[in-house]
């Protein structure tokens, strides 16, 4: 893969601000293959079952699979 896109990618979920938001980071990226990450802040992020929320785990999913496409 192709450093200076990677580091292009990597630099722009940094200072996306929806990321920053929720503490995604972007640890491993490929070609067609990324790893994100976020910290699981129950006070902000559980639903009214004292759960994940969906949203925090699409956002997750999203931008992994945001990122990995970008590839």
Not at 4 to 23: N, R, W, Y
Not at 29 to 49: Q, T
């Amino acid at each position: 893969m192709d450093e200076s896109l990677k580091k292009a990618i990597f630099d722009a979920v940094e200072t996306e601000p929806f990321a920053q938001k929720l503490g995604l980071r972007l640890v491993a990226l490929d070609r067609g293959y990324s790893r994100v990450e976020m910290d699981y802040l129950p006070e902000s992020m559980d639903n009214i079952y004292d759960r994940a929320h969906g949203g925090a785990i699409y956002s997750l999913i999203d931008e992994a699979f945001e990122t990995a496409c970008q590839t």
